[in-house]
């Protein structure tokens, strides 16, 4: 049984390109009580495999999380797939506002202790007793109402490029620092306010909304299918877009144009950009925001140490990077000491 990609990344991309056939990005996500993550994870995998689908899927004891690529024409085959799988049927799936056929090279279905990362030791925390989800329209409403208090559930580098109008933007690494952060400035408004939530696709603030019920919040909203969703509603209701730049995703696209806004800076520059880049130099692999006359004067670096690093022979630069790790940088944009403009 074939449990594993047999084509890097490279190879799977000539494909791509040479099959010319268009590809949907995809996410979802559902929370449930699965009593055995890696039989799931295996019926996924070969299942998907056979479908040509790519991407990333997280599949845990608390239920599962992806973010992939299907061929369109395989679309239908796929959806039947998820109804078939008790706890998935009908599962809402969040269409990328802007395709690319190479958003996800391999498939990858991993077994993780929980598919969002939170941090929390508490076995009376139940995830699946959520808050009330809402649409855009009513989304918009809420965020206008003065006893509302809006809530960004993702990481600095993500709302940095794009947010809702008037929301709180946590500056936080990742999504478990944010918990306790959020409960304690809000600690007094546990009953006299609306604490509504957003993020990417919906994973995070469901989570959260579980997590602040549990605390003690009385009014906790969330809003439906995250950006993504909300996106897809306000163009086909023709409702106002209260979103501000570009929605930061976790795949090689790494942003989506919500609105023509730009919000933040290049980070050696300091002129208005919200294009992200990874270093170029593998030895850092660093996400910033980077312009276009900085890419070309830094060769894609992030500083001139990298610079002169990337400049290397490939064998010496492999030489220099052997034994170490720099995986804990990818996502860590603006922390460094190199970038004049950092947030």
């Known amino acids: 049984m074939q449990l594993y990609n047999t ?25 449930a009580h699965i009593g055995n993550p890696h039989i799931l994870r295996n019926h996924l995998f070969l299942a998907w495999n056979d479908m040509d689908v790519l991407g990333r899927i997280y599949v845990a004891y608390e239920g599962v999380n992806a ?3 299907v061929p369109a024409e395989n679309f239908q085959d796929f959806k039947n797939h998820l109804d078939s799988v008790t706890f998935l049927e009908n599962v809402r799936l969040n269409i990328a506002v802007e395709q690319d056929n190479k958003s996800f090279l391999k498939l990858k279905v991993k077994v993780r202790k929980k598919i969002v990362a939170d941090g929390l030791d508490d076995k009376s925390f139940d995830v699946t007793d959520k808050g009330i989800h809402v649409g855009a329209e009513k989304f918009n409403e809420l965020i206008e109402d003065p006893d ?7 990481n600095h580098y993500e709302s940095e490029i794009g947010h809702f109008k008037n929301a ?12 306790d952060i959020i409960e304690s400035d809000l600690t007094a408004h546990k009953e006299d306010k609306k ?15 579980a997590y602040y019920k549990h605390k003690g919040f009385k009014n906790v909203y969330q809003l439906e299918g995250g950006i993504i969703e909300y996106t897809r509603q306000v163009n086909a209701e023709g ?5 501000l730049g570009k929605n930061f995703v976790f795949d090689h696209r790494r942003g989506e144009r919500i609105s023509n806004d730009i919000i933040s800076n290049c980070h050696q520059c300091g002129k208005p950009c919200d ?3 990874n270093c170029a130099n593998e030895a850092c692999h660093l996400l910033f925001i980077q312009c276009e006359e900085c890419a070309k004067a830094m060769d894609d670096c992030c500083s001139t140490e990298c610079q002169e690093v990337h400049a290397l022979p490939f064998e010496e630069q492999k030489r220099l990077r052997k034994g170490k790790t720099v995986s804990n940088k990818i ?13």
């Not at 890097?8 to 929370?31: H, Q």
């Not at 509302?148 to 993702?154: E, Q």
């Not at 604490?195 to 909304?209: D, Q």
């Open 7 to 31: 084509l890097s990344a490279k190879e799977r991309e000539k494909l791509i390109e040479e099959a010319g056939k268009d590809r949907l990005t995809i996410s979802f996500y559902k929370y």
């Open 67 to 69: 973010q992939l690529s």
């Open 148 to 154: 509302t208090v809006l809530v960004d559930m993702r």
């Open 168 to 179: 709180v933007t946590p500056d936080v690494d990742t999504f478990r620092d944010s918990l």
């Open 195 to 209: 604490l509504v939530m957003y993020c990417t696709g919906g994973i995070r603030c469901e989570k959260a909304s």
């Open 239 to 243: 409702l106002e877009n209260k979103f």
């Open 275 to 277: 294009t992200h880049v």
């Open 331 to 343: 996502f860590k944009k603006g922390r460094s000491e190199v970038l004049k403009y950092k947030k």
